[in-house]
């Protein structure tokens, strides 16, 4: 059974910091590309950003230089590193997963909240 599992939201000050955790389950995490995703409400899910399997890592102009992606492949584990948070930063974050190998191969974890708040 495929899992991905989050980890890590919860309530920081503005120009705090957090770090969300995603441990997957049931996938061959070294060929997937994995991805964090975040939905403010009322507004669509956006991408934040992604790392594909050899390291390769894209941004949301939002969060560039802000955020940080990386994964552990011993750990099965992708991670949000979340520095300099601002309240638009608001959002149930979403851990995606999607194999390179086959494109209907896709997972959502269960999302985690980040609320950041004085």
């Known amino acids: 059974q495929v899992q991905l599992v989050e980890s890590g939201g919860g309530l920081a000050q503005p120009g705090g910091s957090l770090r969300l955790s995603c441990t997957t389950y049931?996938?061959?995490?070294?060929?997937?590309?994995m991805s964090w995703y975040r939905q403010a409400p009322g507004k669509q899910r956006e991408l934040v950003a992604f790392?594909?399997?050899?390291?390769?890592?894209s941004y949301d102009i939002a969060v560039k230089g802000r955020f940080t992606i990386s994964r552990a492949h011993a750990q099965n584990t992708a991670y949000l590193q979340m520095n300099d948070l601002k309240p638009e930063d608001t959002a149930v974050y979403y851990c995606?997963?999607?194999?390179?190998?086959?494109?209907?191969?896709?997972?959502w974890g269960q999302g985690t909240q980040v609320t950041v708040s004085s």
């Open positions: 049931g996938i061959i995490f070294s060929i997937n590309v």
């Open positions: 790392v594909n399997p050899g390291g390769g890592t």
């Open positions: 995606h997963a999607r194999s390179v190998r086959n494109v209907d191969e896709i997972y």
